[in-house]
């Protein structure tokens, strides 16, 4: 990973064989950053996604291995009981254009990645929702 800071905004490119999530969480940490909006694109061979089923309060994870391109990936970096926390969901499209969507446990890049964090200079901590069954923002 590479990056580089302009006022409150990071630009970060990631390499092959590199975790999204895990750079997320290596650059927020070094940077001290505690709230941020997260924007990308890229590739990605090797991608882990969740769907949340409300009635069950249950997380379903699918896996796709293959030649992907991000098409969105978006979501906040935030803290729950002041630690680290990062909510990120991605689309990804394959070689026919058919696209996979949902919460991202896991994406490794295959070629690049183009990251986009945007620093929020404040803190929103998250805390588990039994009624809903996940970590919501708390204000």
Same mark, same amino acid.
């Given at each position: 990973?590479? !990056?580089?800071?302009?006022?409150? %905004?990071?630009? #970060?490119?990631?390499?092959?064989?590199?975790?999204?999530?895990?750079?997320?969480?290596?650059?927020?940490l070094k940077e001290g950053i505690q709230l941020a909006t997260v924007q990308g694109l890229g590739a990605v061979n090797d991608l882990t996604?969740?769907?949340?089923?409300?009635?069950?309060?249950?997380?379903y994870a699918n896996?796709?291995?293959?030649? !992907?391109?991000?098409?969105?990936? %978006?979501?906040? #970096?935030?803290t729950m009981d002041g630690e680290f926390y990062c909510h990120l969901h991605l689309s990804a499209g394959d070689a026919t254009g058919h696209v996979v969507g949902g919460h991202l446990n896991k994406a490794v890049i295959?070629?690049?990645?183009?990251?986009?964090?945007?620093?929020?200079?404040?803190?929103?901590?998250?805390?588990?929702s039994p009624e809903i069954g996940l970590n919501l923002l708390k204000f």
């Open positions: 990973m590479e !990056y580089r800071k302009f006022d409150n %905004t990071y630009i #970060v490119r990631l390499d092959p064989g590199e975790e999204i999530l895990e750079q997320v969480k290596v650059l927020s996604l969740g769907i949340f089923k409300p009635d069950e309060k249950k997380y896996s796709f291995q293959g030649y !992907y391109e991000i098409v969105s990936l %978006t979501g906040t #970096v935030s295959s070629a690049t990645a183009e990251l986009v964090v945007t620093v929020i200079p404040s803190t929103v901590d998250r805390a588990y």
